[in-house]
């Protein structure tokens, strides 16, 4: 059974790659042992595989020994995965939707590690929740869509960067780029080439709960329309109440000019404008 292709496995089962779950089952070999060797390195004492599929990295996960969870959503893959589950005790399987799964719980196991192969759609939602997770993942391993991931690891100033930069570097810092793979690394390969990153989750710059709700919004006001000056973006902006006098003001206040605009500002700018609208603000 091991040497069957995703194809086949597949016509075994009889199921379909479920587009509307944005279903592509990796098949590079080589990857799978990038992704697992890059979710072990830190040494986690449990792991959690979301959307494990057929198994490619499930069974080389739970070689490991360690404790592994896996959510996937399509129980028509369950024959693959109690296969695996078979030979190795200390899997465990869950039919949910990860979007709704309680993250907190299988993070709070010891040092976690979560992985996985997880659909282009869900991609924003899915690592918000990840990596604002509390307790806090050790290492968080995705595959992502190439253009996402340059997206993730952007610099100011760039075209790519933006609000998704700053949630990654706000918990994570920037990624790191594992590998990049193409369309035929996948059945069935996507119309996209796709990316490997890893996220070491630390302390946020913001550790109060509401005050990071207000840095969230600087920076989805900042962003809304990219081509518009910061003053004229921040003032008026849905979310924060801050008219163009207080934006010119809190602007000033810590020394960003107000014609910039938002995609040329660092996170620790970012940071010290949140606190300078709160300031204008209270």
């Given amino acids: 059974m091991a040497s069957e292709s995703p194809r086949e496995q597949l016509r075994r089962l009889g199921i379909r ?22 979710a072990l390195e830190p040494e986690p004492e449990a792991l ?17 020994g360690l404790p592994l969870v896996a959510i996937e959503k399509d129980e028509g ?13 200390n899997l465990q399987v869950r039919y949910e ?57 952007a610099e100011p100033g760039t075209r790519e960067y933006g609000a998704l930069t700053l949630l990654a570097q706000f918990y994570a810092g920037g990624p790191e780029i594992i590998a990049e793979l193409s369309p035929g690394s996948f059945h069935p390969p996507p119309r996209v080439h796709s990316a490997v990153l890893r996220f070491t989750p630390r302390t946020p710059p913001i550790e109060d709960a509401e005050r990071r709700e207000w840095f969230f919004a600087v920076v989805r006001a900042a962003f809304g329309q990219r081509r518009k000056q910061l003053v004229n973006a921040l003032g008026g902006a849905p979310g924060l109440a801050l008219d163009k006098p207080q934006a010119q003001a809190a602007l000033t206040s810590v020394r960003i000019a107000p014609e910039r605009r938002g995609e040329t500002l660092s996170l620790e700018e970012f940071v010290a404008l949140t606190e300078a609208v709160e300031e204008h603000l209270s």
């Fill in 77 to 89: 893959v369950a024959p693959e995965l109690a296969h695996i589950a078979r030979d190795h005790p």
């Fill in 48 to 64: 959690l595989e979301i959307g494990p599929g057929l198994g490619v990295l499930t069974g080389r996960l739970a070689a490991s």
């Fill in 17 to 38: 790659a479920r587009k509307g779950l944005g279903q592509h089952f990796l098949v590079n070999e080589g990857a799978a042992d990038a992704i697992v060797a890059a």
């Fill in 97 to 153: 939707d990860v979007l709704a799964a309680d993250l907190a719980e299988l993070a709070a196991r010891g040092r976690t590690v979560a992985v996985g192969n997880i659909p282009y759609q869900i991609t924003s939602p899915l690592l918000e929740k990840l990596l604002a997770c509390e307790p806090p993942f050790a290492a968080i391993v995705l595959m992502v869509q190439r253009e996402v991931g340059r997206r993730l690891a």
